[in-house]
């Protein structure tokens, strides 16, 4: 990019960023409840009690809530609801 303004070229890719992002806001569309679960099943490999369990996850904390899957050593899946804020480690 020998001779070109670098504040046009940052200028141009965050217009082409608003543009994208306002593209992808036009295509998208509201899920139901339903379709939450089964958009989990597909990402949890088609495996429906996975699926089921994560959308069971989602009406209870919400949909702005946290979830975090852990892969764990049992053969049994166990969902766990924490209210409030966890924290890993850390300060704050």
């Given at each position: 990019?020998?001779?070109?303004?670098?504040?046009?070229?940052?200028?141009?890719?965050?217009?082409?960023?608003?543009?994208?992002v306002n593209y992808l806001k036009e295509?998208?569309?509201?899920?139901?409840?339903?379709?939450?679960?089964?958009?989990?099943?597909?990402?949890?490999?088609?495996?429906?009690?996975?699926?089921?369990?994560?959308a069971g996850a989602y009406k209870e904390?919400?949909?702005?809530?946290?979830?975090?899957?852990?892969?764990?050593?049992?053969?049994?899946?166990?969902?766990?609801?924490?209210?409030?804020?966890q924290f890993d480690r850390g300060y704050?």
């Open positions: 990019s020998s001779g070109v303004n670098p504040v046009q070229i940052v200028r141009g890719m965050e217009r082409t960023g608003r543009e994208l295509l998208s569309n509201d899920v139901s409840d339903e379709q939450i679960g089964e958009v989990a099943t597909i990402s949890a490999g088609g495996n429906t009690e996975i699926g089921d369990m994560i904390v919400g949909r702005n809530g946290v979830i975090t899957l852990e892969e764990g050593k049992s053969t049994e899946n166990n969902l766990r609801v924490i209210e409030g804020m704050i």
